[in-house]
């Protein structure tokens, strides 16, 4: 069924004015559908979102309309359902429960079946981390697509962006029952980390700019097909990273030691599309494009600050019987450090996730994505800040880790 929002995202690309049966044509539909089809263009009249001329029906270029169709581009490119999120009733939701850090059906302000079918909708698309079932305790993630929605409903609340719980007993139950789920069928969960690190490709890249949608990188990496619409340089690049990942879960699987060689060739194999740097150390400066505020190494000191670091990896490695905090506090500590190192002329932050998740999964923690609604938060606390944020990025990625292992342990069982 062809919704009006549909036919808002079909118009504002077009930009050009469209009779009815122009739309119908578009959509493959065949003339019975023409009266709910010119219905929903007169509906789009009403809402200030087209205006009818002589020539038929054409798109407002104002501010809500430039929202609304970035809303809709936004949830294409992350495989989200933009019908289900752009509903008044559901905006009315997002404004009171985003006021609060935790919600339950107690709080939300709508019935208890409405507010499972909410939150399940949010957790489906990556947007809110489910706690507790019973009772249902649930975590919605603030990012700037659901911040668009209310804008676009006209909501101007105060919301909560930043969280202060931490979930040490959540994750470390998640974690007994991963280990035991695991320990069941290796094959299944083999599985299911093909489908975890084809994400993670495309979010970690969507990070950096690349501009191949999410359904894309599934057709490029798991269907082998290549759509004829994108860049032979962008899917290159979505195939390397793809490599890198394979090979860092290869060394995880072994528990190698993790050594500037290993990183060397990992930051090799991600950027093999650009071999003059591809697995090099710079010899020149660099910087964070858009946040001048982020402190980046000289070049002539990369060395010495890398030397550093292994050596606190070192020291980090020999102890044993490591609580999860004190791995999870090295492991940011080694995000942050490196990542202000910079030391390659591009593809810095990409390699830093990815050692990131080594450094966790070689200490039995599976973290293999990030879920798109933590994103702008990640992003926020990492290479977007004006100052390190050590302590924000380990709640945020208490989070991923906790909704990572979530996402497993509902696929084992």
């Avoid at 009315?92 to 919600?103: D, G, R």
């Avoid at 019935?111 to 019973?134: C, D, Q, V, W």
């Avoid at 793809?242 to 993790?258: E, G, H």
């Avoid at 740097?277 to 000191?301: H, Q």
Wanted: charged letters at 30%.
């Amino acid at each position: 069924m062809v919704t009006k929002y549909d036919i808002f995202e079909l118009m504002y690309k077009n930009r050009f004015s469209m009779r009815p049966v122009d739309v119908v044509r578009e959509f493959n539909k065949s003339q019975e559908d023409y009266h709910a089809i010119h219905k929903q263009l007169r509906e789009l009249v009403a809402l200030n979102l087209l205006r009818k001329t002589k020539h038929g029906f054409e798109v407002n270029i104002n501010k809500k309309t430039e929202i609304l169709y970035g809303i809709i581009q936004h949830c294409l490119k992350n495989n989200v359902s933009y019908n289900y999120l752009l509903d008044k009733n559901f905006a009315a939701f997002l404004s009171k429960t985003l006021q609060k850090e935790e919600i339950t059906s107690d709080d939300a302000g709508v019935h208890p079946r409405t507010f499972k079918k909410y939150t399940e909708m949010l957790n489906r698309f990556g947007l809110a981390l489910i706690i507790s079932k019973k009772p249902l305790r649930v975590k919605i993630f603030y990012n700037v697509l659901l911040n668009n929605i209310l804008v676009y409903f006209n909501y101007k609340n105060q919301i909560i962006k930043e969280s202060s719980y931490l979930y040490n007993k959540e994750i470390e139950r998640e974690l007994n029952i991963f280990k035991r789920l695991k320990r069941k069928d290796e094959n299944l969960y083999r599985n299911i980390v093909k489908e975890f690190e084809i994400s993670f490709t495309y979010h970690s890249l969507s990070i950096e700019g690349n501009p191949v949608t999410l359904s894309e990188t599934f057709k490029i990496l798991q269907d082998k097909i290549i759509p004829g619409n994108l860049k032979a340089l962008d899917v290159e690049e979505i195939k390397n990273y793809q490599n890198a990942i394979l090979q860092m879960l290869q060394d995880s699987v072994q528990k190698k030691v993790l050594n500037i060689n290993l990183i060397l060739n990992y930051h090799k194999i991600a950027m093999n599309h650009i071999p003059s740097i591809a697995g090099k150390i710079r010899a020149e400066e660099v910087y964070i494009k858009g946040n001048p505020n982020f402190k980046i190494k000289k070049a002539k000191n990369v060395q010495k600050e890398l030397d550093f670091l292994f050596e606190e990896y070192n020291k980090f490695i020999k102890k044993r019987k490591l609580s999860f905090n004190k791995i999870l506090n090295f492991a940011v500590y080694f995000h942050n450090e490196f990542q202000h190192i910079h030391p390659f002329v591009d593809g810095n932050s990409r390699t830093t996730r990815l050692i990131t998740f080594y450094l966790l999964q070689i200490k039995d923690i599976p973290i293999f994505d990030i879920p798109f609604g933590l994103l702008d938060e990640y992003i926020n606390y990492t290479k977007g800040s004006k100052k390190r944020e050590d302590e924000k990025l380990f709640q945020t990625l208490q989070k991923i880790i906790l909704w990572n292992l979530k996402k497993i342990n509902e696929k084992l069982s």
